[in-house]
């Protein structure tokens, strides 16, 4: 199976997660003691559905699935666990439909399911190799510290590298650098930062962060060169640390411990892998070396019918040179021979052939220690199938007999047409004050016909540029009125262009708003949406035929239910708590 049937069968998967389960929001799994529930085949039974149980365990997962899916999000209707059994039994009824019209027994869902089955025995076998593997603290610290350093620089910008070079080289010769860079900027040769405030190393310029890293504190840098504008430009700069500093972080600590645990799995894997290519594998290099897939001859058609052993695999088949060819032909999906006139294919044969030795190593000790055949496995392989399953039922009995006609769609766009237009969007200015009486003054003379810029530069009680709040973006850019906040949104309402309104923040700022302009609402072409809007009706009408799919079923079906809500809510909800808790 290539990788675009593969990708398509994973997401028929995927239809099985958002058409039965995925309506219920329920954030959080705390478990409780079971009251009363039948064991069916040494499983706690929540319901049976023609003889086949859906487990404890199975709606336990099931809910752990939606809050992983969903976060943090709080419901948006009820919260029955009854609807989301119902939902799984109707899932549940599907699935044996499914295989009751052999949809099972379809090759390109065995392949698939044997592909993942694959895929799970590997991700099993590494996740125990690395499970014991624990962060190296003097690492974690290292990565810690340097996340959440922190620097006050002074720097200076030059236009000209001969002017910086000058103060560069009187700095040397033994001048101060504040006297020298003062009598630059008095020059106009330079620009300068005097009030520097401390910022993380990881957001300066890769140059400046290189200089800075060989400077104690009070030390000055070289004659830089950094970018300068969108053009190509480049500017000269000369900077000062003045002091370095290491601000606590708990959450940059536990980021550094992750990062670091992953790059030692990493290393733990690749070790580990390695060792199994040495028991297992044997590459042929001569073979290898002799494969140029970018000459004319012998061409990739011949390659594919090659039989040469490019590696061997104790006591499996061998790696042959049609297969090695098979997966650069896929790897390369515009076709190798436009990949070859640019040379990128014969550098990419070590890693895909490596790619593939790591596979059949890996599956083949996964196989020896019967990977397989855990309860972890089988778990995740029976619900990656049964995904599978749904899908297909859903793309080849219900697919088919849904239709959103043409004018169906014009007529949701026509009686909908607020939900396919772009907000209103407003352009204008503000000016801050930290006290009433000065915004209420400026007000005034703004209403009597003053002008914006002289009363911005000389209306007395302004708040600083660093500290005041602003409601429209600088330089006269737009917003849409439905980003502003509540308030703002209230004092601007009705306003139009040209007019003037006074604004209390809730941090205690008072801002004078002038309206420069009010764009109204316009909808959206309809040829622009229309896709959007037949995908949201082609979902519905899928849905709403999966339930009657599902009704049909049901009718003719034995179902018995032992979980009631209440008890559902027993198990699942701490007492006095509400979905979500520790258990």
Request: hydrophobic share 35%.
């Amino acid at each position: 199976m290539n990788p675009g049937e593969r990708v398509r069968m994973k997401r028929l998967g995927s239809v099985f997660r958002c058409g039965i389960v995925g309506v219920l929001v329920l954030c959080g799994v705390a478990v409780a003691a079971e009251p009363g529930l039948p064991v069916f085949k040494g499983e706690k039974t929540v319901a049976l559905v023609n003889g086949e149980p859906i487990t404890l365990k199975e709606f336990q997962r099931t809910l752990e699935s939606l809050h992983k899916e969903m976060g943090e999000k709080q419901a948006a209707g009820g919260r029955r666990f009854s609807e989301l059994l119902d939902r799984l039994i109707n899932g549940k009824l599907i699935l044996q439909e499914s295989r009751n019209i052999g949809l099972d027994a379809l090759p390109e869902v065995r392949e698939t399911v044997q592909w993942y089955e694959r895929k799970c025995m590997r991700m099993i076998l590494l996740t125990r190799q690395v499970k014991d593997t624990r962060p190296d603290p003097r690492k974690v610290e290292k990565v810690y510290r340097e996340s959440i350093r922190e620097v006050k620089v002074r720097s200076y910008l030059f236009g000209k590298e001969e002017d910086a070079n000058q103060a560069g080289e009187e700095i040397r010769s033994g001048s101060e650098f504040d006297n020298v860079m003062k009598r630059m900027v008095s020059e106009g040769k330079a620009k300068g930062n005097e009030d520097a405030g401390y910022i993380k190393g990881k957001d300066l310029l890769p140059e400046i962060s290189e200089a800075i890293s060989k400077l104690k504190s009070g030390g000055v840098s070289p004659v830089l060169k950094v970018p300068a504008g969108a053009k190509g430009e480049f500017a000269y700069t000369i900077l000062k640390l003045e002091g370095i500093r290491f601000p606590e972080n708990p959450e940059a600590k536990e980021k550094a411990r992750w990062e670091v645990l992953q790059e030692q799995r990493l290393v733990a894997i690749r070790k580990y892998v390695g060792t199994l290519k040495k028991k297992y594998a044997k590459i042929d290099k001569a073979t290898v070396d002799s494969l140029d897939y970018e000459a004319k001859e012998p061409g990739i058609e011949a390659l594919l019918q090659d039989r040469r052993i490019v590696a061997e695999i104790r006591g499996e088949k061998p790696i042959r040179v049609e297969d090695l060819s098979g997966a650069i032909q896929q790897k390369f999906f515009h076709g190798v021979q436009q990949a070859a006139s640019s040379k990128k294919v014969n550098k990419e044969v070590p890693e895909v052939l490596d790619e593939m030795v790591n596979t059949r190593v890996l599956d083949k000790e996964a196989l020896r220690r019967k990977i397989d055949r855990t309860p972890e496995c089988r778990e995740q392989v029976k619900a990656f199938e049964e995904g599978i399953l749904f899908g297909m039922f859903v793309e080849k009995a219900i697919n088919p007999g849904i239709k959103v006609d043409d004018a169906v769609v014009r007529k949701h766009y026509d009686d909908h047409l607020e939900e396919f237009s772009a907000p209103e969007r407003i352009r204008g200015e503000d000016l801050a004050f930290t006290g009433r009486e000065d915004a209420s003054d400026a007000l005034e003379k703004l209403r009597r016909g003053a002008d914006f810029k002289w009363v911005m530069v000389n209306a007395p009680g302004q708040a600083g540029e660093k500290t005041r709040e602003r409601v429209f973006p600088p330089e006269g850019t737009y917003i849409a009125r439905n980003d502003l906040t509540a308030s703002a949104g209230e004092a601007v309402a009705g306003a139009g262009p040209g007019e003037y309104r006074l604004y209390e923040s809730p941090k205690g700022q008072f801002l004078v708003l002038h309206v420069l302009e009010v764009v109204p609402p316009k909808p959206y072409p309809f040829e622009s949406v229309q896709g959007t809007i037949r995908e949201k009706m082609y979902g519905e009408e899928q849905q709403k035929s999966v339930e009657e799919w599902a009704a049909k079923l049901r009718a003719a079906s034995e179902i018995k239910v032992f979980a009631t809500d209440e008890m559902l809510k027993k198990i699942f909800v701490p007492s006095g708590g509400a979905p979500g808790g520790k258990s």
